[in-house]
């Protein structure tokens, strides 16, 4: 059978996440459903990342299997027109070997977590953003963040009903950099543990805003106790930006 690559765009904010649900609407629903409006085939689609509700994306990939051959212009076309109303778009689609798997074959996934930080509060970028109106210094944050570069046990940041058999993971890039009125923290590793982001975000806030120092990061770290983490950030100011095969 034919197989299909798409790369995914969609505002997360009126999906109970990537996997479909039972009586609650998601982007795989979405995406499936405007395949079989289209090709008249049911199908079940694999993603590189299952996002969490409200989680947002500029990359995520999918593939899919078609009894019938079709041009993956018109693939993406299709899917597009399909999709309407949902804020949901093909960015592409391409024909791949039946051995390529989104979630297996993916050698890296990059995310970002955007911060609005101001006094006064997000209006434009309301389900986009993690609004913190206390002042926030990124330097310190980006310190925190290099400490725990590499492979470790990050039982820490995980979260309590993640399904992974280890904890062990290797993050290869974790920066934070201001940009205005916008603090842009960038992690990079072949997978994350559930919810690993933003309970590492939610951590770096406690450093931005002084009451733990750096050290105290690595310390929450090598503690491997879910009990010595900041609070969850948000899920709307999480996005996949693009996986690496």
Known sequence: MPRYRVTVEYDGT???????????????????????????ETV?????????????ALGQVAHFDLVREWDPFRIREALNFHLRPNPVAIIEAEAVPDTFEARFSAKARHYEYRILNRRAPAVIEANHVWHLPMDLDAEPMHAAAQLILGT???TTFRAAECQA???????????????AD???????????????????????K?????????????????????????????????YLMKVDY
Do not use: Y
């Open 206 to 238: 406690m450093v931005g805003e002084g009451k733990w120092r750096p050290a105290d990061f690595r310390a929450a770290l090598d503690a491997k106790d879910r009990r010595r983490c900041g609070a969850l950030a948000p899920s709307r100011g999480l």
């Open 44 to 56: 079940t689609t694999q993603a590189a990342g299952r996002t969490d509700t409200g989680v947002h």
């Open 165 to 179: 058999k280890s904890p062990i993971r290797t993050l290869d890039r974790f920066d934070v950099r201001r940009e």
């Open 182 to 204: 916008h603090i842009v923290i960038t992690a990079s590793a072949r997978s994350f543990l559930h919810h690993q982001v933003r309970s590492l975000v939610g951590s770096l």
């Open 14 to 40: 009126p999906f109970n996440g990537w996997q479909r649900q039972p009586h609650s609407p998601s982007v795989q629903q979405a995406l499936e459903t405007a395949i079989q409006n289209f090709s008249g």
């Open 152 to 154: 470790h046990d990050f």
